[in-house]
Nanobody, 122 residues
Framework: QVLLQESGGGLVRPGGSLTLSCAASGVAFADYRLAWFRQAPGKDHEFVANMAWNTDSRIIAGSVTGRFTTSRDLAKSTAYLQMIDLKPEDTAVYYC???????????????WGLGTQVIVSP
């Protein structure tokens, strides 16, 4: 069984930073890609970034390029989303998801965590 667990969300002021974690289990890392999506109230999932577990391949959405980046710690089976210079429009629930396609489409990801809330507010 594949399990994904996000953590690290919280309340931060504009311009601040947060690092989200996604702890994964039950997934064959070489076969899967991990993605980050976010969902603001009343909106659909928005692609943020994705990455391969066993290479440096990654895609960062244009809306967060230069502010967000991804990394992973294979020994801990954990992926990270580092976020700097946060803006109020970054407020959303952030999800990690695993799938076999290197895709920005949420429908291409089979396994999802429950999400972690990020609020950016003065």
């Amino acid at each position: 069984q594949v399990l994904l667990q996000e953590s690290g969300g919280g309340l931060v002021r504009p311009g601040g930073s947060l690092t989200l974690s996604c702890a994964a289990s039950g997934v064959a890392f070489a076969d899967y890609r991990l993605a980050w999506f976010r969902q603001a109230p009343g909106k659909d999932h928005e692609f943020v970034a994705n990455m391969a577990w066993n290479t440096d391949s990654r895609i960062i959405a244009g809306s967060v390029t230069g502010r967000f980046t991804t990394s992973r710690d294979l020994a801990k089976s954990t992926a990270y989303l580092q976020m700097i210079d946060l803006k109020p429009e970054d407020t959303a629930v952030y999800y990690c998801a695993a799938g076999r396609a290197f895709s920005p489409k949420d429908s291409d990801y089979t396994y999802w965590g429950l999400g972690t809330q990020v609020i950016v507010s003065p």
